[in-house]
């Protein structure tokens, strides 16, 4: 099983809908999960950290399922700027400090 | 959050050489960290650059092919020795504050190996 597992995508929606990607995880003994958003041709960047209580920041909303060792994030509403490639990222206990390992990403076409 | 600037943004070097690529960000960081990120491919994680010492390398990667420097907290270097065509990458500096915490990534260096 790999570390950090997601779907694969892509996923093509129009503008409006609701979108959700799942992602699974092999350690489950992870303490730390985020989501991550890529651009094409950019470097990721940090969308949102995900709590075990679940979380929402707007049109985000990201849940953990520990007894699972799966991940989730909904995007609600979605606009044409979403249009990126999500990395479900998690972290290697035991590794180097501070070694996070990031899925392959799936990749979000938001059609007008 | 801290601003991560990296140089060069893209080079194109020819096969046997040798690119320093320079990490530079705005405040005092614990943690920085070098990337790899081939086409197509998620990140992976290089090594672990640290201050004052060695840096700490994750496997399949060695300090003959990619010596990292990291003499204060806010500037860390990696450079690609003795550059192939396999080595064409993207290659992406980030910092945290630690170890559970995100990390933050400069905007990349584009290589391409001729």
Known sequence: RKEVEQDPGPFNVPEGATVAFNCTYSNS?????????????????????????????????????RASQYIS?????????????????VNRPGGS???????????????? | SAVI??????????????LTIQCQVDS??????WYR?????????????NQGSEATYESGFVIDKF????????????TVSNMSPEDSSIYLCSVSVSSNQPQHFGDGTRLSIL
Not at chain 2, 28 to 33: A, H, I
Not at chain 2, 37 to 49: H, R
């Open chain 2, 28 to 33: 005092q960081v614990t943690m920085m960290f």
């Open chain 1, 29 to 65: 003994a992870s303490q730390s999960f985020f989501w991550y958003r890529q651009d094409c041709r950019k470097e990721p960047k940090l969308l949102m950290s995900v709590y075990s209580s679940g979380n929402e920041d707007g049109r985000f909303t990201a849940q953990l399922n």
């Open chain 2, 67 to 78: 010596p990292i420097s990291r003499p204060n907290l806010t500037f860390s270097t990696l």
């Open chain 2, 5 to 18: 600037s990296q140089k060069p943004s893209r080079d194109i070097c020819q096969r046997g050489t040798s």
């Open chain 1, 73 to 89: 994030l909904l995007i609600r509403d979605s606009k044409l700027s979403d249009s990126a490639t999500y990395l479900c990222v």
């Open chain 2, 37 to 49: 990120q081939q086409p197509g491919q998620s990140l992976t994680l290089i090594a672990t650059a």
């Open chain 1, 97 to 112: 400090q501070g070694n996070l390992i990031f899925g392959k990403g799936t990749k979000l076409s938001v059609k007008p």
